[in-house]
């Protein structure tokens, strides 16, 4: 309750604007309650930063489990990521816009869950590789911060756009498409 409270709070009011006791408001808790479970804000935004990640991880294996051919989890990774931006303002406003502006979460916290989303890529580079998919020469781990990068930046603009501006399935089937054809062996 207090970590969904929290990721409307700061998409609607930002991060460093909100106040531990709008987060209780909107959560319906007295604001001792909050302390009784999280220390400050920062505590507060990198709780619900890990709680959403690790259900876009859960959600996104789940999918690509169901494909055999690391050319296809390519695109349903994309497809699934910018879709997620898009039906979950709020989360995606959280994670692209208000996560950065967190010192403490930027300068001293331990992303396991950020990398544990970028081995998924990597692990779907590895998997074409030993199926003689990809050249070989790709550094999957590289690829995998190229291909989150790219994603990054159109959910960042698909949340900060005046109006929708593309469609995101096309959008994800290109960007995927984009990748495939560096990773893509060429017999």
Known sequence: MILNAAKQVFAMEGFYNSKVSEIAREAHVADGTIYLYFKNKDDILISLFEEELTRVI???KAELEKIEDPREKIIKFCDNHLSIAESDRALAEVM???LRQSNKF????KNKPFLAYLNIIADIIIEGQ???LFRPDIK??????VIFGSLDELS??????KRKRFDVHEVA???GNSFLNGLVKND
């Open 106 to 109: 930027m300068r001293e916290y």
């Open 156 to 161: 960042t603009y698909l949340i900060t756009a």
């Open 140 to 145: 999957h781990d590289i690829a995998a911060r």
């Open 130 to 132: 030993e199926k003689g």
């Open 58 to 60: 859960k959600s996104q």
């Open 96 to 98: 692209q816009v208000e």
């Open 173 to 175: 089937t290109m960007v």
